[in-house]
T-cell receptor, first 115, second 111 residues
Framework: DTAVSQTPKYLVTQMGNDKSIKCEQNLGHDTMYWYKQDSKKFLKIMFSYNNKELIINETVPNRFSPKSPDKAHLNLHINSLELGDSAVYFC??????????????FGDGTRLSIL | DAKTTQPPSMDCAEGRAANLPCNHSTISGNEYVYWYRQIHSQGPQYIIHGLKNNETNEMASLIITEDRKSSTLILPHATLRDTAVYYCIVSSGGSNYKLTFGKGTLLTVNP
């Protein structure tokens, strides 16, 4: 009954490759997010989608392209991987409610290592 | 979003209350105070949030000062499993809000 699930949990690949990380939430939420946690443990938002529409894009390189086939899924595709992309990527979701502030629920992360 | 200041680390004895402070002196009127924690190798976990009033749930209590410039997260009976990095975040909330994580406080609960 995992709420926010990410696959794969670990991803080791060569520099220059293209890879995708998948995220699915079964909470019925309208909004999904991608965060990046670097080696210094700082967690920063990358994107957010609301009902398949891009809402937040925090000046992430064009090599990163989120795709939301439906509101329960938000996948992250990364082209031409670089050493600096090594990090833990977290997916999150929240309910879109204008009358209250709903918390974000996070997945357990995908640990990406670039060789 | 307003910036927050937290001590880098704290210790607490198992079974005692853990009181984690947070300063957010530049908070604006429509901004909420959120608390999340991250246990090693896991994703951040929501704990509690509030606007003006003190809040309590099954995990913790949140005490917000009257001027809203600081707050304290209270874990009433800390256990070893509460060892984690605790993040105090100020955000306007609403739909599609982003969480800006700082360095947080590493709380170590000792037996």
């Amino acid at each position: 009954d995992t709420a926010v699930s990410q696959t794969p949990k670990y991803l080791v690949t060569q520099m220059g490759n293209d890879k995708s990380i998948k995220c699915e939430q079964n909470l019925g939420h309208d909004t999904m997010y991608w965060y990046k946690q670097d080696s210094k443990k700082f967690l920063k938002i990358m994107f957010s989608y609301n009902n398949k529409e891009l809402i937040i894009n925090e000046t992430v390189p064009n090599r990163f392209s989120p795709k939301s086939p439906d509101k329960a899924h938000l996948n992250l595709h990364i082209n031409s991987l670089e050493l600096g992309d090594s990090a833990v990527y977290f997916c999150a979701s929240s309910q879109d409610r204008t009358d209250s502030n709903q918390p974000q629920h996070f997945g357990d992360g995908t640990r990406l290592s670039i060789l | 979003d307003a910036k927050t200041t937290q001590p880098p680390s704290m210790d607490c004895a198992e079974g005692r209350a853990a009181n984690l402070p947070c300063n957010h002196s530049t908070i604006s009127g429509n901004e909420y105070v959120y608390w999340y924690r991250q246990i090693h190798s896991q994703g951040p976990q929501y704990i509690i949030h509030g606007l003006k009033n003190n809040e309590t749930n099954e995990m913790a209590s949140l005490i917000i000062t009257e001027d809203r410039k600081s707050s304290t997260l209270i874990l009433p009976h800390a256990t070893l499993r509460d060892t984690a990095v605790y993040y105090c975040i100020v955000s306007s909330g609403g739909s599609n809000y982003k969480l800006t994580f700082g360095k947080g406080t590493l709380l170590t609960v000792n037996p």
